[in-house]
């Protein structure tokens, strides 16, 4: 730019005329002559004093200059020459109507004092005008507030001293007539700031002015460092105090006093997220969520599970991303992404890398996210009853997914029914009662007194049948008769002797195998346990059944009648196991089977006993 000329006409009119010098890239010079006019819009007040970022000026009524005083310190004089201010750095000229006192920040004449907590660099000078034979003395001295203002994590503020010294002197009357915000050297009406949520509030000594974060007005920088987005607001503010210096005739000096000051927020990060807003099982789909985008930032494209693609190619590929616009001047995306049913999978994870570029720019940078669903199979729980053990479980989301099961054997209405077991289902909970005795148990620490009986169920997953929980319930029972067919072939039977006529002596009891004594005893009752190699134990192949069977004799003595007048009594036990069930028998005799069997006892007597006890369980 070259030529500048600057033109003025009555102080109100103001041309300004300049040459645009344009460079091509042969180095060929293109000049290009502007010229732009401008109005005054508002009538000079006496004494003007403008703040701008990197000078103070000062105008007030005059003619021709002749000297500058400064004074620093309050007893620190310097007179000078216009020649002399101007060769340290001072601007001083003059209109018809008026003189122009300009100075840098950080002159030799100048002084920071503070009012009221806050910094004002003041200069105190004085230009004398010879005008009609007289010497007059015109005060250009300039008052402008340095502090930088501050972000409190909502909106700029910066603070100014309503009454600033060297501008208001003491000893005359001060009368505020307007206060004004605005920003980039305009003005705004109440409605306008108001509407854009500036602040202008008079506390005391003090003038605070506020700008929301992000409000129309100010300027959003963004850029991106260690691939984060980092953002910063600009507000170029501009602030009016119109006064007046009342004196004891009544007349008035009015000044306007205008500060512009640029005020920042320090570099914002701001951290994207990304969250499984919903997943929908049943449609097997993931919604991530990604939000707090800044207003420049757009989704640019998106890499799947090591898969890219850009946000024009996604419908292609089977996935819908949608913007969401918010109150705040954010934005989102959300993602609908399907994932495949695969057998055996109970987490569904996708790891994710967004691309966004700051527009216009393009400058772009990635954010990096990880989502997971996790199904969670149905909870298991037992409660220990005096007939069994009750079985509560909690019913799932996709509870097609999980297979509750007894042993090998899927929960299913026909085992149910087979086993005797009964089965409720009440809303959300499964209900489970499995009567002591029935297939699925297993016993320990069986004695005459008491015994332990475990019942374990399992969920596990419907398509490979692999164990996902399982629960194990061990209750205490107490019977006076029972019959045990474990999975191993072993057979525990106790029996009380009280319910036979003639009264039995424990003691005398055996298997027909004479050698064969109860495993423990005690005045009416008594427990054997053996085998299926021992004891004279009988095993049949009855169709889809294998058929152990063990006959006890009794000896029973008669009430009244001689010792060697017996009469005898048989107890015959039975163990029932599914064919299917049992894995080894006849190649080595070692019997396994998978279940525990069913047994039963019946107890007969001779013609001279009659009465006998039958018991089938």
Not at 69 to 78: C, H, T
Not at 130 to 135: A, F, L, N, P
Not at 559 to 584: A, E, I
Request: proline share 4%; charged share 20%.
């Amino acid at each position: 730019m070259t030529n500048k000329y600057l033109l003025f006409q009555n102080d109100e009119v103001f041309t300004f005329q300049f040459n645009i010098i344009v460079m091509d890239a042969k180095d060929q010079q293109s000049r290009y002559p502007l010229s732009r006019t401008c109005s005054l819009l508002l009538p000079w007040s006496q004494r003007e004093v403008i703040c701008e970022e990197d000078y103070m000026e000062a105008q007030n009524i005059a003619n021709s200059a002749w000297q500058v005083m400064f004074l620093k310190n309050e007893d620190e004089m310097a007179t000078m020459p216009i020649t002399e201010a101007h060769r340290l750095g001072y601007e001083l000229s003059a209109t018809p109507k008026r003189v122009i006192f300009r100075s840098p920040y950080r002159q030799t004449h100048s002084e920071i004092i503070m009012v009221d907590g806050v910094a004002v660099e003041v200069i105190h000078g004085t230009v004398f005008f010879s005008q009609k034979m007289m010497v007059v003395m015109i005060d250009i001295s300039v008052a402008c507030t340095i502090n930088p203002g501050y972000f409190d994590g909502v909106r700029l503020l910066w603070e100014t001293p309503r009454i600033m010294t060297p501008l208001v002197h003491s000893g005359f009357g001060f009368e505020s007539k307007q206060i004004n915000v605005g920003v980039e050297s305009q003005l705004l009406d109440e409605g306008t700031a108001r509407a854009r949520g500036y602040t202008l509030e008079v506390k005391g000594l003090m003038v605070q002015m506020g700008v929301p974060f992000g409000a129309e007005g100010g300027y959003r920088k963004s850029l991106v460092t260690n691939n984060i987005y980092r953002e910063m607001y600009v507000a170029f503010l501009f602030y009016e105090h119109v006064f007046s210096h009342v004196y004891t005739d009544g007349s008035t000096v009015e000044t306007r006093h205008r500060l512009l000051r640029v005020v920042d927020t320090p570099l914002l990060m701001f951290i994207l997220f990304a969250h499984n807003e919903h997943t929908s099982f049943e449609e097997h789909t993931f919604n991530v969520y990604l939000g707090n985008i800044p207003h420049d930032v757009a989704l640019m494209g998106v890499k799947l599970n090591e898969k890219q693609f850009s946000v024009s190619d996604a419908a292609e590929h089977g996935y819908t991303i949608s913007k969401i616009v918010h109150a705040n001047g954010t934005h989102a995306y959300t993602i609908r992404v399907p994932f495949d049913d695969k057998a055996g999978l109970f987490q569904y994870s996708m790891d994710m890398n967004y691309t966004l570029s700051i527009m216009p720019q393009e400058e772009a940078y990635y954010h990096l996210a990880s989502v997971m669903e996790q199904l969670i199979p149905p909870e298991l729980k037992g409660v220990c009853t005096r007939g069994g053990i009750v079985f509560d479980m909690t019913q799932p989301r996709l509870g097609y997914l999980w297979e509750i099961g007894v042993g090998h054997d899927p929960l299913t209405p026909e085992l149910v029914a087979e086993r005797g077991y009964n089965l409720r289902n009440e809303s959300h909970i499964l209900t489970l009662e499995v009567p002591l005795f029935t297939v699925g148990y297993t016993y320990e620490d069986i004695n005459l007194r008491h015994f332990y009986g475990i019942f374990e169920i399992h969920s596990r997953d419907s398509r490979t049948s692999e164990i996902q929980t399982a629960t194990a319930t061990r209750c205490l029972f107490r019977r006076d008769q029972l019959i045990i067919c474990s999975t191993d072939g072993i057979m525990t039977v106790l029996t009380s002797t009280k319910p036979t006529w003639p009264a039995v002596n424990p003691r005398s009891t055996t298997l027909l195998d004479r050698t064969c004594k109860p495993k423990l005893m005690d005045d009416s009752r008594v427990l054997f346990e053996f085998g299926l190699n021992t004891c004279n134990t009988t095993v049949m192949s009855q169709m889809s059944l294998i058929n152990l069977i063990k006959k006890c004799g009794l000896t029973v003595a008669a009430y009244g009648t001689p010792l060697n007048d017996l009469s005898f009594f048989r107890l015959s036990v039975r163990c029932l196991y599914p064919h299917s069930s049992v894995s080894r028998l006849f190649v080595d005799r070692t019997f396994k089977s998978q279940m525990s069997g069913v047994g039963s006892i019946k107890f007969t007597g001779s013609n001279k006993g009659k009465i006998v006890l039958h018991n089938y369980m």
